[in-house]
């Protein structure tokens, strides 16, 4: 019976002598077959709440600064999604187009009431319009 500690097996499953390749003073080379796990390991848990690492911050001075550069950040993004919002609103319910939609559509698919979304349609028709100059 051949002794199982002499023998390793690499993953393919083909076994080599567990010294092969180790010349004088050199240490046996390592197992390769990973050790079969009895329990899975503590796996480290995500905090639930990580919000661009503000949490982490310590310092309040800091904390406010960064909080409020974020803050206006996505307030600028939002009224940016907004525009865009009420451009597509409008060209969805123009008539020129042959697969326009009406208020009601369109509410249906932004989630919107139809009061709302007859003033983005109108708010993005005043968006799409050529800019007159005076001068």
């Known amino acids: 019976m051949p ?8 993953p393919s499953g083909s076994t080599a002598a567990a010294g092969r390749g180790a010349g004088a003073g050199e240490a046996p ?7 079969q796990l009895l329990f899975e390991p503590q796996a480290a848990e995500p905090e639930s709440e990580r919000f661009f690492d503000l949490e982490s911050i310590d310092d309040p001075a800091e904390l406010l600064r960064r909080s409020t550069e974020l803050a206006l950040a996505f307030r600028a993004a939002a009224e940016r999604a907004t525009d865009f919002q009420a451009v597509a609103a409008a060209q969805l319910a123009d008539t020129r187009r042959f697969d326009a939609l009406s208020d009601t559509e369109i509410a249906e698919r932004a ?23 005076d001068g």
């Open 111 to 133: 989630d919107w009431t139809a009061d709302y979304a007859a003033k983005m349609i109108e708010y993005g028709r005043s968006l799409i319009q050529p800019r007159r100059h």
């Open 3 to 10: 002794d199982s500690h002499a023998q390793a097996s690499d």
């Open 29 to 35: 080379a390592q197992r390769r077959r990973p050790v």
